[in-house]
């Protein structure tokens, strides 16, 4: 009897239909749509190096701020312009960030706790600003902008670069004594900020990606999907980009 179970087991093994591929992006917007309610779902790690010496990682913790809209292709919209907007996963930040001086290659991971699912995104970095070349990017930069917070918005026009030394503490200890609402968690005065047009140092920040890895540790599901763009001469002068999905081992 022990013996016709595990026979029965190994043809089970053998015989089992491996889950369907989903496409990394399907499967991204699902988890989220279902983890709308928890906190902090938005917030993310990214990973990139220093470009100058030792090639050092850095990483630091950014507000995903949803997938970028592809614009309508258009006169003023050529194919290599809505082709970036393909996927890419949106953020924004300061201009005097150390960041943006690093590596445009990247790496963001995503955990996800109450599905226990992870996501790491590989792509490579685009900083779009006031004079970027592409008027699509430009929009964006702006509708970002205005979906910010109060409080966010007010921490771009500060004259201090992230980093930059303020002064002593007791300097700080006087500032907000003589300024209370700028107690943590006190936004009045940011409020009386008009939105207006971004400033110079705000940038909006997009994420090409390349590759997702996936892993689901309630039944130690992976799946690597990585884009492939094929030669433009094989389809008529247009690059056909598509992503190519594999269920590999965790």
Known sequence: QVARRLATARLAMTTTTPPPLTPWRARLDATLEKSRSVRGVTFV??????????????????????????????????????????????FCTDARSRKVAESLECEVCWWISHTSEQY???????????????????ALRDAQWAALSDRARAAFRSPHAPREPVGPVEDDVKTLAEHPALVAGDDTAARFIPVGDPPDVFLLVMIEPSQCDYLRLTDNYRQIDTLVVDDAAEHGGARRRRWVSEHVHP
């Open 45 to 90: 790690q990214l990973a990139t190096c220093e470009r100058d010496g030792a090639p050092r990682p850095r990483v630091r913790t950014v507000v995903f701020r949803g997938f970028a809209t592809p614009p309508a292709r258009g006169d003023h919209v050529d194919d290599a312009d809505a082709y970036a907007f393909e996927d890419a996963l949106t």
């Open 120 to 138: 790491r995104i590989a792509g490579e970095l685009r900083y779009v600003g006031p004079a970027d070349a592409s008027a699509a990017r430009r």
